[in-house]
Structures are given as structure tokens and as C-alpha cells.
């Protein structure tokens, strides 16, 4: 399967798990999409990174937030997604362009910037509806620390199903940078930045079920059936 027609069938497995009301078929595209990618490269080489691309390859810089706030779980999102997706994520600090960034090889960072909109519609999806059993459960109570909870929650969740995932299936080599992205995120010559702050309840039971739904995410953000506590 050429570049182009492994790209196209990755979108349709995205556009199939987002659409289909059978849960059979609607298969992760989250794995699917990972499996593809173990599938092309591994005939490749089992040295250097896994490649599936015949065409030169071509460092590109993706703005994933168009604008949005930078807000903490973003942030986070961005790098584990980055993490598990060949790709580097930094933040790009400017009036017109700023935003989170994806600097990658063109494919990996289609295919990371898809998964992360996903992942955002759910991390959202799911807190929203937390948030709303918290206020009917706990009247005039603050809830924003237990919010974070829950969502600092379904990132830890989302950060273990990968790392499992890499384990199980041995996809170390999958996940290797490539070194034009490494020299072009060097050549950033980018400063670390302080970790955000926020407010936290320390809700061990807001964080344990934002790890359970993270856990359980798998790319189908508009049908998530979350069972709240």
C-alpha cells in the first residue's frame, strides 16, 4: 500500500468509527491507526524508524489550537499525543501565529493533529458530563479543583493505554523520532517553559474516574457512553 492510500484509508477508518452506530464495526481508529503503521513500516526496516513513506520525507509545523486559550490539559494532551505519535509539540508564543504546535514528518502529523481533535472533543465530552453529576450531587460546592481532577485523571488514563499498548505489541521502534524532526526542533532552540498551574481538590474519586474514561478512549468522540459514579 503506497503513502497515499494508506493516509486515505486512515481517514475512512475515522470517518467510519465517528459514523457507525454498530459498536462491532465502529473499531478504535486509535489503534487501527497505530497498527497501520506498524504493518507498512516493519517491511521497511527493523533498524532505523519504522518508515511507510516512498516520497521524500518533509518536516512540517501544524498549529493544532487555531486560536483557542492555551489552557493546562491542552497542553498536556498535545504531548502525550506527540509522544505516542513520532511527533514534537511545543507552544509557539505570538499574537498572530500562537498556538500549540506539531512539528513532525507531513503523515505523522496529519495523523497526530486527527487523533488530538478527538481526544479534546472527548477529554471535554466526558468532563462536561462529570461537572454536571458533581452540581447535582453537590450543591453550592465549588467544583472547578474537582474538574481538574478529573481531567488530570483521563490523562493519566489515556498515558497508561498507550504505554501499554507499546508494551504489549512491542511498537517501541514505531514511536522514534525522526532526526530531521529532531534537528528541526533543535534548531527552534526553544526555552522551557514553567509548568502551568491549577487549583486541584485532590478527588481521588474525580481522578479515578477520569482515568477510567481516559483509559477507555478510543477515537469515537461523539458517541461516548461514560458511566458517571
Not at 166 to 189: F, H, P, R, T
Request: proline residues 1%; aromatic residues 10%.
Amino acid at each position: 500500500m503506497d503513502n497515499q492510500k494508506l493516509l486515505e484509508r486512515i481517514q475512512k477508518l475515522f470517518k467510519l468509527a465517528e459514523g457507525n452506530e454498530n459498536h462491532h464495526e465502529a473499531q478504535s481508529a486509535l489503534l487501527t491507526a497505530q497498527k497501520l503503521m506498524v504493518e507498512n513500516g516493519i517491511e521497511q526496516s527493523k533498524i532505523e524508524r519504522l518508515s511507510i513513506y516512498k516520497t521524500p520525507r518533509e518536516v512540517v509545523r501544524e498549529n493544532v489550537t487555531k486560536g483557542e486559550r492555551l489552557i493546562w490539559w491542552k497542553r498536556n494532551l498535545a504531548t502525550i499525543i506527540a509522544n505516542n505519535f513520532a511527533v514534537k509539540s511545543y507552544i509557539q508564543r505570538s499574537s498572530v501565529n500562537g498556538g500549540l504546535i506539531f512539528l513532525g514528518l507531513k503523515e505523522d502529523v496529519e495523523l497526530a493533529e486527527t487523533v488530538y481533535v478527538f481526544a479534546k472533543e472527548a477529554i471535554a465530552y466526558g468532563t462536561s458530563r462529570y461537572v454536571e453529576d458533581f452540581k447535582k450531587n453537590h450543591r453550592n460546592q465549588a467544583y472547578t479543583g474537582h474538574k481538574n481532577d478529573y481531567m488530570q485523571g483521563w490523562l493519566s488514563g489515556l498515558s497508561a493505554q498507550y504505554e501499554e499498548q507499546v508494551e504489549k505489541n512491542n511498537w517501541g521502534l514505531v514511536l522514534v523520532i525522526d532526526s530531521l524532526v529532531i534537528s528541526a526542533y533543535e534548531d527552534l532552540e526553544l526555552r522551557k517553559g514553567q509548568a502551568s498551574s491549577r487549583y486541584t481538590a485532590n478527588n481521588q474519586n474525580a481522578m479515578h474516574t477520569g482515568y477510567q474514561h481516559g483509559k477507555a478512549f478510543n477515537g469515537i468522540s461523539k458517541r461516548l457512553n461514560y458511566p458517571l459514579p
